[in-house]
């Protein structure tokens, strides 16, 4: 195999610009299948992204003959189900975040890669990202001395672009997504941390639903120990005014700190009472970079980029953090 052929089973919003552009534009990447069960917007998508397959059955676009790789971009409730489908039908596959509902469902996606020795990525893609490259050399070279802990904000308003005020919408339904806006988005920071950190050695956390605008809880605490002694704490709550909203990470070290927004193109270090902020131009396909190395990791020409290990590490935290 010298090129990968892409299917894409979910072709809603996150592939319009965020990915599935992305996969024509790696080197010996190809997108030739997309998958969606609404027959019309399916075909008005592979016609806008010129894409010459579409299918309305997951089945049919798994077991294509053409096609030898899978991403998976559905809401995360069917995500085991067309992961473990595309591994025995021998596809490796590149699933969405939050990897899935639960630490037991991603541990069997796992178990099923590694006993059928089919490749398996988790699409924590900020790993890809320059930025984050950067604040990891930071951190490894001991830029700001020895790391002590690290603290996270994410304070949003209920009004979000990812709530459309419908009661169908999957991100803040728990039996579609896990839970609420936090699994949607605490992944991508979560994992960062590992990126940064290493192992887990202990996680907990709190979780509630204050304001009662859904199911999901929308606010929820945590705090991990990594096995290095480095100490993380995280608050997440999705029901502030707009003039409070904060997206806001700090790592502190013994002669610095590194601030940083997970969601934003910006590092400001501070070390000897002088700031120097770093700005960095975000790709256009957000997951580009990360799609590149997971190509090569196809290819056998690269490592894996976020091992499905990682995404049952991440799923453990999300886990812990909402355990009622």
């Known amino acids: 195999m010298d ?9 809603g919003d996150v592939t319009e610009r965020k990915s599935g552009p992305a996969f024509n534009k790696v080197p010996n990447s ?4 997309v998958m969606r069960r609404d027959a019309a917007k399916v075909e008005d998508y592979a016609r806008r992204h010129g894409v010459p ?20 971009a559905t809401p995360p409730d069917s995500h085991e189900k067309y992961t473990l489908e595309s591994l025995k039908a021998g596809k490796p596959v590149y699933v969405e975040k939050p990897m899935t509902l639960s630490r037991a469902s991603a541990e069997r996606m796992f178990n099923a890669s590694e006993a059928l020795q089919v490749k398996l990525t988790v699409a924590h893609y900020r790993r890809g990202l320059p930025i984050f490259n950067k604040i990891k050399e930071l951190v490894d070279s001991k830029a700001i001395g020895e790391i002590r802990y690290a603290n996270l904000h994410m304070l949003q308003q209920y009004e979000s672009p990812l709530i459309t005020q419908t009661d169908d919408n999957w991100r803040v339904n728990p039996e579609i997504s896990g839970g609420g806006l936090f699994h949607d988005l605490a992944p991508h920071q979560l994992d960062l941390m590992l990126f940064f950190f290493g192992p887990v050695k202990s996680a907990r956390g709190i979780s509630s639903n204050q304001a009662g605008y859904y199911k999901a809880d929308d606010i929820v605490t945590g705090e991990v120990l990594f096995e290095n002694g480095i100490f993380f704490s995280g608050l997440w709550c999705f029901s502030v005014p707009p003039e409070e909203q904060l997206d806001l990470c700090v790592i502190m070290g013994s002669e610095g700190k590194i601030t940083f927004s997970v969601f934003g193109n910006y590092y400001i270090l501070s070390k000897g009472g002088k700031d120097e902020r770093v700005e960095f131009n975000l790709p256009e396909n957000i997951q580009h970079p990360m799609i590149g190395l997971v190509v ?18 991440v799923m453990n935290m999300l886990d812990r953090f909402t355990l009622r």
Do not use: H, M, Q
């Open 3 to 11: 090129t990968i052929n892409w299917g894409i089973i979910g072709c």
């Open 30 to 33: 190809r997108l030739v299948a």
């Open 53 to 72: 397959k579409w299918y309305t059955d997951a089945s049919e676009l798994i077991n294509d003959p053409e096609v030898n790789a899978i991403y998976i």
């Open 296 to 313: 090569d990791y196809f290819l056998d020409k690269g490592p894996n980029p976020c091992a499905g290990s990682i995404g049952i590490d």
